[in-house]
């Protein structure tokens, strides 16, 4: 049972806190399962790039794999023997995989990353391996094993993938108390990235994304927390009066931005006057604009007030020796390239060890035929005596094999067949034994030349599947969209200066000027006061307003002149000043702050012009 220890605070006010400190059994429940959620369901393993649901469904495909498409319902049910969960959970992490067009030969219905629309149910669809997969995923032969959940089965550990599968694909999940989202890449620049490193040289690594578009990777930070990148649609102008959208930021579809556009309208920030959404295998969503509005500004208007440009924050996290690693994108293509050159070189020296017993035995048995040892056991009555003749019989001949004949060696040498025997030919014999000796020398030359032979296996991944996969993203240095500048003016500023209210809904009283509801608003008073608010429908900014008017930020050009006087008896002053950056809703005194000061004269001129005024002096 849970233990419960109760503990009460007096406060000052007398108050009391009761806090009960749950621990026990509900504390190490809370461990287990947030353990579960980050090392078991959301977080790939930097060793692979998989979650363990992808695992299983790679696993499982190929399992299942005969060359031939398979329904994904059916791949769905043979992955559930591995993966302690609903079919629902497989099926949507296979599409996610099928989308990025990578690992998965797709047939059917799969879906539109552009607009939004979801895969068909999986007994509709299909799905085979693509031949890249086939290539890099698998070796069972260098596969670390483990028992599925039931103990039934034999699953991987982790699949011994030759590619940087997370960056190329990249990933995201939400674990408890932690999450992570590793941005997609170019599978080229990947490969190219990887052969400099083995080659002792730096790169540099952006993402790329499906959807295309623009970025600005500025602050990408190496994908690690607390980057940002911005990216914006592909918008030009169609003709006079339409402008085409053909490529969308990542993370959003045709759909969301068309309604972010709607949202804004609707709002006032921007004017359109149809949208049309022609999106098919390629995007086009063309936006209709009234006459007399500028295109240019308005595509900026898109770019300020709607998701035609979004803000990414990449965050690296990995699963590393069963414990979440965060780890920029650079130190993960130097981990998952280093990781290929060490399966590469398991994977020849599994081939050397293969080739030199298939050496071994085909050298045995040149001897055992052409030597016609099998003779000897002719008059053996026992299976040890027939062992002991043929092991007699091999000796004189065996000084050249790299290894000692073992009782095996043997045995494998008396279930040849007599008709084998009768056609053995002693010249391709040894051409075969030729052969194998090349290809030994061939494998022990790569073993010798590890890092050549990682870059010549790279190359080739780029030749054979890198057609197509050029970069879609677009990288740009955005200029910063001032949203005050492209805003629609979309309502108006009211202003009663006796009572010292200003806004938008005192339509009774004096109008100022055109603004939007985005704008910020200068304010200055009899008393010499000055204050800088937000629009609103109506806010109070102290009585005798003398002017008010639309605020605009790092403003050098607009010069105020002002003449007031200090305090009740004081002497007057000339000032004359810019107003450049403030806080939002603080007062400021613009006089020498004595109490009873009153401005005689104010005036604002938005280029600097220099004023002449005249003063009349009167003796009292």
Known sequence: M????????????????????????????????????ILERAVPAIEDGFKPVQRRIMHSMKDLDDGRYNKVANIVGHTMQYHPHGDASIADAMVQIGQKDLLIDTQGNWGNILTGDRAAASRYIEARLSKFALDVVYNPKITEWQA??????????????????????????????????????????????????????????????????????????????????RVRAKIAQHDKNTLAITEIPYGTTTSSLIDSILKANDKGKI????????????????????SGLSPDKTIDALYAFTNC???????????????????????????????????LKQELEIKLGEFEEQWHFASLERIFIENRIYRDIEEEETWEGVIKAIDKGLQPHIKHLKREVTEDDIVRLTEIRIKRISKFDIDK??????????????????????????????????????????????????????????????????????????????????????CSDIDDIIVFTEEGKMMVTKV??????????????????????????????????????????????????????????NKGSVVWYFSANPNGEAEVVTVDRKST
């Open 2 to 37: 849970a233990e419960e220890h109760e503990e009460t605070l007096n406060e000052d006010n007398g108050n009391q806190e009761t806090i009960t400190k749950v621990t026990g059994m509900y504390k190490d429940w809370f461990l287990d399962y947030a353990s579960y959620v």
């Open 148 to 229: 599925s959940y039931d103990g039934r089965r034999k699953e991987p550990i982790n699949l011994p993938v030759m590619f940087p599968l997370l960056l190329a694909q990249g990933g995201e999940g939400i674990a408890v108390g932690l999450s992570t989202k590793i941005l997609p890449h170019n599978f080229i620049e990947l490969i190219d990235a990887s052969v400099k490193h083995l080659k002792g040289k730096r790169f540099t690594l952006y993402p790329d994304f499906p959807t295309a578009g623009i970025a600005d990777i500025t602050n990408y930070n190496d994908g690690m927390r607390g980057g940002k990148v």
């Open 271 to 290: 004017k359109i006057k149809k949208i049309e959404d022609n999106t098919a295998a390629e995007v086009e969503i063309l936006i209709h604009l009234p």
């Open 309 to 343: 440009e979004t803000s990414i924050s990449p965050l690296g996290c990995v699963i590393e020796d069963n414990k979440p690693f965060f780890v920029g994108v650079a130190e993960m293509l130097r981990r998952s390239t280093d990781n290929t050159v060490q399966l």
């Open 429 to 514: 014999a040894q051409q075969k034994i030729e052969a194998l000796e090349d290809q030994i020398a061939e494998v022990k030359h790569h073993l010798a030349n590890l890092i050549d032979y990682a870059i010549a296996y790279f190359e080739r991944l780029k030749k054979d599947y890198g057609a197509g996969k050029e970069r879609k993203t677009e990288l740009r240095v955005f200029d910063d969209v001032d949203a005050t500048k492209v805003v629609i003016r979309n309502t108006k500023l009211y202003v009663n200066r006796e009572e010292g209210f200003v806004g938008t809904s005192l339509r009774r009283d004096e109008y100022v000027c055109d």
């Open 536 to 593: 609103d429908s109506k806010t109070f900014v102290g009585k005798n307003i003398i002017h008010v008017a639309v605020f605009k930020k790092k403003d050098k050009r607009t010069i105020y002149n002002m003449i007031y006087r200090d305090g009740k008896k004081g002497p007057s002053y000339v000032k004359r000043f810019a107003v450049t950056s403030i806080t939002r809703d603080r007062e400021y005194d613009m006089t020498n702050g």
